[in-house]
Nanobody, 116 residues
Framework: QVQLVESGGGLVQPGGSLRLSCAASGTIFRINVMGWYRQAPGKQRELVASITETGTTNYAGSVKGRFTISRDNAENTVYLQMNSLKPEDTAVYYC??????????WGQGTQVTVSS
């Protein structure tokens, strides 16, 4: 059994910053890809950023240059540093991990609200 626990969401003013964390625990041999997705009300869940075990990153165009994803392989943890936040970044952010056995797991989600 694998669990993903997210933290770091909250309310922030436009232009502000937040840092999300997601820690994976359980029976883990290796995590191939870790990523962050988000889902705004009435919209589909979308990829925000992902990072491979070797550090290759991928970003949605809407967050490129503002968000930075990183991971600590020893701690099975992934981070998302979000700067210059905009109201349209408001969503529930979900952590995802794709393991060595091609099984995927999701966190419970953390709310990010960007509002003045």
């Amino acid at each position: 059994q694998v669990q993903l626990v997210e933290s770091g969401g909250g309310l922030v003013q436009p232009g502000g910053s937040l840092r999300l964390s997601c820690a994976a625990s359980g029976t883990i041999f290796r995590i191939n890809v870790m990523g962050w997705y988000r889902q705004a009300p009435g919209k589909q869940r979308e990829l925000v950023a992902s990072i491979t075990e070797t550090g290759t990153t991928n970003y949605a165009g809407s967050v490129k240059g503002r968000f930075t994803i990183s991971r600590d392989n020893a701690e099975n943890t992934v981070y998302l540093q979000m700067n210059s936040l905009k109201p349209e970044d408001t969503a529930v952010y979900y952590c995802n991990a794709n393991l060595w056995n091609n099984r995927g797991y999701w966190g419970q989600g953390t709310q990010v609200t960007v509002s003045s």
